[in-house]
């Protein structure tokens, strides 16, 4: 007859096993869809952005991100885009903060064409909310972003909807060791002139481990489904991108 510890240890397990088991799904979902499209373009990424957040005197917060995102890695790889994106927040309770922020987004084009320049930039400004809360032994950080976008060569301002949730389980047997899984879908708000179109944007799902290595200093590693809709052809989406991630957390 098990014991409450072995038994709370198997529930344990069961949980994790779960987890993965619904990422695997999820993801399998994803690329079984994203095949169903025509005309489905592939790429293979890098991402290593560092993020850092600082607590200040009364319940304020800085956070400062940046974020090198490297494409075509089966081709030699080349720099893709560049992330700068700052922002202030305020913890509002234990789980709940508000943030408002700005960001700054250069792109280099891959493979430039006449009808794409080799550099464009963007301009966005954003309000974030964020509740974090766990159960029992799993860690869940839900997060809704509005971004108000500036594109270059772009006729007005984009609003674009983000929703994004977390999920990370420490391993029973090395507390420093965690799965961590999570999902984003962006949505268009509407349409501007040479640029984005209402309607369904791209979906990012990640898996993969954390590791913590002191009370500052975390990361992820693994991998990441990028699915993203160009307009180029009349499908919900044409394009995936396959990426290695490597999340660097900073913490003070």
Do not use: C
């Amino acid at each position: 007859m098990q014991s409450a510890a072995e038994n709370q240890r198997t529930r344990n397990w069961g949980r994790g096993i779960a987890i993965v088991a619904l990422a695997g799904s999820l993801l399998i979902g994803g690329e079984a869809f994203a095949q169903s499209t025509s005309a489905l373009k592939q790429d293979f990424d890098l991402w290593a952005p560092v993020f850092m957040t600082v607590k200040l005197p009364s319940s304020f917060l800085a956070y400062m991100e940046v974020n090198p995102r490297f494409g075509d890695l089966d081709d030699g790889g080349n720099i893709g885009q560049l992330l700068l994106r700052p922002a202030v927040g305020y913890q509002l309770t234990e789980k709940v903060s508000i943030w408002q922020g700005y960001a700054w987004v250069g792109n280099w084009a891959l493979q430039p064409t006449p009808s794409k320049p080799d550099f464009f930039d963007e301009n966005r400004i954003y309000q974030q909310i964020n509740y974090a809360h766990k159960f029992q032994s799993l860690n869940t950080l839900s997060r809704a972003r509005l971004e108000e976008r500036w594109i270059e060569g772009a006729d007005g301002t984009a609003l674009r909807l983000r929703l994004m949730l977390r999920g990370m389980y420490p391993l029973p047997i090395a507390p420093k060791w965690a799965l961590v899984s999570y999902d984003e879908v962006f949505i268009n708000l509407n349409t501007v002139d040479h640029g984005p179109e209402a309607g369904f944007d791209q979906n990012r799902f990640f898996i993969g481990i954390n590791r913590t290595f002191s009370k500052y200093f975390n990361m992820d590693f693994g991998y990441q489904n990028q699915l993203l809709n160009s307009r180029s052809i009349p499908n919900l989406a044409n394009q995936m991108n396959h990426v290695i991630l490597l999340n660097f957390y900073i913490n003070l």
